[in-house]
Nanobody, 126 residues
Framework: QVQLVESGGGLVQAGGSLRLSCAAS????????MAWFRQAPGKEREFVAS????????QYADSVKDRFTISKDNAMNTVYLQMNSLNPEDTAVYYC???????????????????WGQGTQVTVSS
Protein backbone atom coordinates (compact mmCIF):
# COMPACT_ATOMS: atom_id res chain seq x y z
CA GLN A 1 0.00 0.00 0.00
CA VAL A 2 0.98 3.64 -0.39
CA GLN A 3 3.13 5.03 2.40
CA LEU A 4 4.39 8.57 2.78
CA VAL A 5 6.66 9.29 5.73
CA GLU A 6 7.75 12.85 6.41
CA SER A 7 10.76 13.88 8.45
CA GLY A 8 12.93 16.91 9.06
CA GLY A 9 10.60 19.21 10.94
CA GLY A 10 11.60 21.03 14.09
CA LEU A 11 12.14 24.36 15.79
CA VAL A 12 14.16 27.04 14.02
CA GLN A 13 14.73 30.75 14.49
CA ALA A 14 13.41 33.28 12.02
CA GLY A 15 15.75 33.56 9.06
CA GLY A 16 16.88 29.97 9.40
CA SER A 17 16.48 26.95 7.16
CA LEU A 18 15.08 23.43 7.31
CA ARG A 19 14.85 20.59 4.81
CA LEU A 20 11.84 18.31 4.93
CA SER A 21 11.91 14.84 3.41
CA CYS A 22 9.09 12.54 2.39
CA ALA A 23 9.98 8.89 1.75
CA ALA A 24 7.45 7.21 -0.51
CA SER A 25 6.66 3.56 -1.20
CA UNK A 26 3.95 1.38 -2.67
CA UNK A 27 3.41 3.19 -5.98
CA UNK A 28 5.16 4.34 -9.15
CA UNK A 29 6.81 7.38 -7.62
CA UNK A 30 8.33 8.57 -10.90
CA UNK A 31 4.92 8.94 -12.53
CA UNK A 32 3.20 10.68 -9.63
CA UNK A 33 2.82 14.35 -8.84
CA MET A 34 4.18 15.05 -5.37
CA ALA A 35 3.32 18.06 -3.26
CA TRP A 36 3.72 19.72 0.09
CA PHE A 37 0.82 21.33 1.92
CA ARG A 38 0.74 22.94 5.35
CA GLN A 39 -1.81 23.66 8.02
CA ALA A 40 -1.42 26.23 10.77
CA PRO A 41 -3.57 26.16 13.92
CA GLY A 42 -7.06 27.43 13.21
CA LYS A 43 -6.43 27.69 9.47
CA GLU A 44 -7.26 25.56 6.46
CA ARG A 45 -4.71 23.34 4.79
CA GLU A 46 -2.89 25.29 2.09
CA PHE A 47 -0.75 24.41 -0.90
CA VAL A 48 2.98 25.04 -0.62
CA ALA A 49 4.70 23.45 -3.62
CA SER A 50 4.44 20.60 -6.11
CA UNK A 51 6.58 18.63 -8.57
CA UNK A 52 4.65 17.36 -11.57
CA UNK A 53 4.77 13.71 -12.64
CA UNK A 54 7.79 12.54 -14.62
CA UNK A 55 8.96 16.03 -15.56
CA UNK A 56 9.31 17.25 -12.01
CA UNK A 57 8.29 20.73 -13.18
CA UNK A 58 7.37 22.78 -10.15
CA GLN A 59 4.70 25.13 -8.83
CA TYR A 60 4.85 27.26 -5.70
CA ALA A 61 2.48 29.26 -3.57
CA ASP A 62 3.23 32.97 -3.83
CA SER A 63 3.98 33.10 -0.10
CA VAL A 64 6.96 30.72 -0.43
CA LYS A 65 8.22 31.50 -3.92
CA ASP A 66 11.96 32.28 -3.97
CA ARG A 67 12.34 30.91 -0.43
CA PHE A 68 11.30 27.26 -0.73
CA THR A 69 12.46 24.64 -3.24
CA ILE A 70 10.76 21.32 -3.93
CA SER A 71 12.76 18.53 -5.51
CA LYS A 72 11.83 14.99 -6.52
CA ASP A 73 14.50 12.27 -6.36
CA ASN A 74 13.12 9.42 -8.43
CA ALA A 75 16.08 7.15 -7.61
CA MET A 76 15.42 7.47 -3.88
CA ASN A 77 11.59 7.68 -4.08
CA THR A 78 11.84 10.81 -1.96
CA VAL A 79 10.56 14.35 -2.30
CA TYR A 80 12.25 17.20 -0.47
CA LEU A 81 11.25 20.68 0.57
CA GLN A 82 14.18 23.01 1.20
CA MET A 83 12.92 25.96 3.24
CA ASN A 84 15.07 29.08 3.56
CA SER A 85 14.49 32.50 5.12
CA LEU A 86 11.84 31.04 7.40
CA ASN A 87 9.54 33.38 9.27
CA PRO A 88 6.97 32.79 12.04
CA GLU A 89 4.15 32.75 9.46
CA ASP A 90 5.65 29.50 8.12
CA THR A 91 4.84 27.73 11.40
CA ALA A 92 2.54 24.82 10.59
CA VAL A 93 2.26 21.07 10.23
CA TYR A 94 3.67 20.19 6.82
CA TYR A 95 2.15 17.32 4.86
CA CYS A 96 3.46 15.37 1.90
CA UNK A 97 0.89 14.29 -0.69
CA UNK A 98 0.84 12.09 -3.80
CA UNK A 99 -1.42 12.17 -6.86
CA UNK A 100 -1.50 9.64 -9.68
CA UNK A 101 -3.81 11.55 -12.02
CA UNK A 102 -3.06 15.21 -11.44
CA UNK A 103 -3.27 17.64 -14.30
CA UNK A 104 -1.06 20.71 -14.46
CA UNK A 105 -3.80 23.14 -13.48
CA UNK A 106 -5.02 21.12 -10.48
CA UNK A 107 -1.80 20.75 -8.52
CA UNK A 108 -2.64 23.36 -5.88
CA UNK A 109 -5.94 21.71 -4.96
CA UNK A 110 -5.90 19.38 -1.97
CA UNK A 111 -8.61 17.18 -3.47
CA UNK A 112 -6.23 16.33 -6.34
CA UNK A 113 -4.19 14.16 -4.00
CA UNK A 114 -5.07 10.58 -3.12
CA UNK A 115 -2.59 9.89 -0.37
CA TRP A 116 -1.14 11.90 2.51
CA GLY A 117 1.60 11.54 5.06
CA GLN A 118 1.13 11.98 8.78
CA GLY A 119 2.69 15.45 8.84
CA THR A 120 5.74 17.00 10.45
CA GLN A 121 5.70 20.07 12.69
CA VAL A 122 7.69 23.15 11.71
CA THR A 123 7.91 25.92 14.28
CA VAL A 124 9.66 29.21 13.53
CA SER A 125 10.42 31.45 16.49
CA SER A 126 10.77 35.21 16.20
Amino acid sequence: QVQLVESGGGLVQAGGSLRLSCAASGFNFRAYTMAWFRQAPGKEREFVASAFRNSGNTQYADSVKDRFTISKDNAMNTVYLQMNSLNPEDTAVYYCAAAGRAIWSSQARADTYDDWGQGTQVTVSS
